[in-house]
């Protein structure tokens, strides 16, 4: 049985999985298993790249559209390995990541979630430098990206992702749920994911309204997590997603590197 399971959903991007693959199968750990899941991708390019994937150590499963959670899902439920990564089609990791990941799990019994630092690759280039990791800020938005190394048991213990959350944020609704059962997380000091960065993404297209219901809804799931902040009122959210979307803010974010 392999230790680490590698679970990469894969939706019209088949131009950029072998680079996944590849990043995968260098690893300095070899203990693993590569699950790719076609979420019922409809580009033909893509749907060619599928059926004649035959890599080592790696299965593939297809599945009809259902989105990023559910093919998340879809993919740990059938993997067998006791840690997961997830692995966006279009990312690459580093080839010592889930070796000092695993390290991080080793020297603390009440570890979770081991992610990195991370780099940007593609229309952007350079450090992706996000904010530190603490509860507080986990509350005003994600900082964790979604390939960072956790247990199965703890994503049977939280039910998976949230397969309702189809417009975004289902990885912070994950990892609220992990903190919710008290585990820690560590951020390792090297740069171990590389982040395909596009001209056009999920998050980009997302306007202030549909963040702040987003938001909105995590702290109806998550109230003790989010504890006062819960009683946020709505339009203040909008608020302060159009402010985060300004095209002042967004200068200073790329000057600092994010």
């Known amino acids: 049985m392999p230790e680490v399971s590698v679970i990469i959903p894969c939706y019209n991007q088949g131009q950029y999985l072998h680079e996944a693959i590849d990043s995968v199968l260098g690893q300095t750990f070899s203990d693993l298993e590569i699950i790719v899941v076609d979420d019922g991708s409809s580009d033909p390019a893509t749907r060619e790249v599928l059926d004649a994937l035959n890599r080592t150590a790696t299965r593939l499963l297809r599945r009809k559209n259902g989105g990023l959670a559910a093919a998340r899902n879809s993919g740990i439920n059938a993997a067998h390995g006791r840690y997961i990564l997830p692995l966006d089609c279009d990312d690459r990791i580093a080839p010592d990541y889930i070796r000092q990941a695993l390290a991080a799990f ?148 790329r000057s600092g590197g994010r």
């Open 106 to 253: 080793e020297s603390d019994p009440l570890c979770g979630i081991v992610y990195c630092r991370a780099e940007k690759f593609g229309a952007e280039q350079g450090t992706w430098r996000l904010p530190p990791f603490s509860r507080l800020r986990m509350g005003l938005g994600n900082v964790i990206f979604c390939s960072a190394l956790y247990q199965k048991s703890d994503w049977q213990r939280v039910g998976g992702y949230d397969e309702n959350l189809q417009r975004g944020w289902e990885d912070w609704d994950f990892w609220l749920a992990l903190l919710e059962l008290g585990l820690t997380v560590h951020c390792l000091p090297y740069v171990g994911f590389h982040y395909r960065k596009s001209e056009s993404s999920m998050a980009s297209s997302m306007d202030p309204v549909l963040k702040a219901n987003l938001h909105r809804q995590l702290m109806h799931k998550h109230p003790d997590f989010f504890g006062l902040l819960s009683r946020t009122p709505q339009p203040l959210l909008e608020i302060y997603y159009r402010m985060a979307g300004s095209g002042i803010y967004r200068r200073i974010k």
